[in-house]
């Protein structure tokens, strides 16, 4: 499973160390994980299952670093700016490793340190980010519903409607 921590505005740790909260802390949020092992048959099988039962039909392959991805400086910038969309974003971590950034209810930086085998699904409306870790090598499966839209809506979108929907959810949870 990810390891999970708060951070600060640049992604600094906050009190000089890494206190890990637990996995309750993405739940609050709407956040989604599995864990799977990209080396094992049995994890094809419940890729399968996962991707049937949420209707993930459309799937691709993003291999982030400054070699193998194209526009690389711009398209990390982009990564790295906070915002949302309007569809969930699901990302099954196949190697290497990356932070994702989402806001918990006191908005508030919560970072998902990513590795091989970790898989998760933000909610649409939430507001996010993503950076690479030290290792500066990821490579992701990109999941969808349907034919894939990446449109970011960068912060704020207060009146965005799914954002709106998002904000309502968040308050049946604890
Ligand atoms: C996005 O919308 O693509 C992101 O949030 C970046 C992480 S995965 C390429
Ligand atoms: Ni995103």
Redesign the pocket.
Known sequence: APQVWMVGETGEDLHGTREFLPLSKLEEIGVLHWHLDPKKSESEEELAEIRKERGYNYMDL?E?CPDKLENYEEKVKN?FREHM?ADE?I?YCLEGSGYFDVRDKDDKWVRIWMKEGDMIVLPAGIY?R?TLDDTNYVK?MRLFIGEPV?T?YNRPQEDHPVRQEYVKSLNGNT
């Open positions: 993003i982030i990564f969309h974003e990302r996010h993503f992701l990446w970011a």
